[in-house]
């Protein structure tokens, strides 16, 4: 027997909502959800093998409640002279922001985004009863000091999330709108800089940003440049006293020891992990050039990913590329799509076959 959902006694602020749904299909070529298409190098694979297994002989035992190891190590990953009390950790940085509405959001709260941003924001906030507010942006998806702090002090919400670069638009935040931000809200502002790897080099990051501002969050993940999705594992740094916030919520021993033994493992390697960031940040600059030639509106990108607007049907084009074993994203914008950088080769598919569906794009 099916119940529908409709029949179950489940929270009224949840009716009527959809879960994440990003679609996941078996293709030749997936660029569809900003994962690093290059595979983790083999001798990397083999050092993360043998952690695990190690850690396999302890699972009789809780793991390490507090994955000091691993806390270490991503505050020597990070640099800044951070400290590992300055850092937090979950299963994929979704979790770890889940954790901090969980911790500073909450029924009566709010939560404010520029839209359109991430659309797991949202879920957090409507999975943990907090108010979800967006304001806009400026034009070219651009945000500017001023737009965000009139939003800021407008909406005078308890949680701000600046997602720099932005999810699914790409669109980099100066360094100078963070720290606006960061100094106009009277609650925490969370930077989530899941894609920082793949910023033009010399970006600061708004870790320069954090002494001095315990309500200040910067979050991070090792799901896209790190090429580690499939291990789920995200950070966060901040003030100490901010994230013991954040041992509230957590269920007890949330970080599994093969987790952790993965993330070491991982980050033991991070040059040879991160080896191919240059590489996808060139096959981003041709997508948008090539994008551009076809007549497309790509838009400026500090992430592995492109948003172009013009394209008068975007469903049949997503359709046309699904035919040929290429999988991009459909991010709800009308006219738009969005494509991540792969390798040269899936770029090469993607492009040949985006040729094709050129005509298809909007006579301006
Ligand atoms: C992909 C992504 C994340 C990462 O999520 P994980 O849970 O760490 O895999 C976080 N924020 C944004 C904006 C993203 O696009």
Redesign the pocket.
């Known amino acids: 027997m099916v119940t529908s959902l409709d029949d179950l006694p489940i929270r009224d602020d949840l009716r009527g909502r959809s879960p994440y749904g990003a679609p996941q299909k078996t293709v030749p070529v997936a660029l569809n959800?900003?994962e690093n298409s290059h595979p983790i190098p083999e001798d990397v694979a083999h050092d993360i093998v043998a952690r695990v297994a190690a850690a396999i002989l302890t699972l009789n035992r809780y793991p390490d409640r507090e994955f000091t190891a691993l806390r270490r190590a991503l505050a020597g990953y990070l640099g800044h002279g951070l400290d590992p009390a300055q850092i937090w950790a979950a299963?994929?940085?979704?979790?770890?922001?889940q954790q901090v509405l969980q911790a500073y959001g909450g029924p009566g709260r709010s939560v404010l985004g520029f839209a359109p941003?991430?659309s797991?924001?949202g879920l957090l906030a409507s999975g943990t009863g907090t108010e979800w507010i967006t304001a806009g942006r400026d034009d070219g998806f651009e945000l500017s000091t001023a737009t965000a702090v009139a939003a800021v002090h407008e909406h005078d919400p308890d949680i701000v999330m600046l997602?720099a670069p932005?999810?699914?638009t790409g669109t980099p935040v100066s360094i100078e709108t963070i720290e606006a931000v960061a100094d106009a809200a009277r609650g925490i502002v969370v930077v989530?800089e899941?894609?920082f790897e793949f910023a033009d080099p010399g970006t600061p990051s708004a870790l320069t940003l954090l002494a001095g501002r315990p309500r200040l969050l910067v979050?991070r993940?090792?799901?896209?440049a790190f090429a580690f999705?499939g291990a789920?594992?995200?950070y966060l740094a901040g003030d100490p006293a901010a994230i013991d916030a954040l041992r509230l919520v957590r269920l007890p021993y949330h970080l599994s020891a093969l987790t952790q033994a993965a993330a070491l493992g991982a980050l033991a390697h991070a040059t040879e992990m991160l080896a191919m960031v240059d590489e996808i940040r060139v096959q981003r600059e041709r997508i948008s050039d090539e994008l551009a030639r076809l007549g497309f509106r790509p838009y400026r990108s500090g992430?592995n990913f492109v948003l172009f607007g013009g394209v008068a049907d975007p469903r049949g084009v997503f359709e046309q590329l699904l035919e040929r074993g290429i999988l991009i994203r459909e991010i709800g914008i009308p006219g738009h799509l969005r494509v991540t950088a792969g390798t040269e080769a899936e770029t090469t598919a993607f492009l040949e076959a985006i040729a094709v569906s050129a005509p298809n794009r909007m006579t301006p």
């Open positions: 959800v900003n299963n994929g940085s979704n979790e770890v922001l941003t991430y797991m924001y997602c932005n999810n699914p989530d899941a894609y979050s993940t090792m799901s896209k999705a789920r594992v995200g992430s």
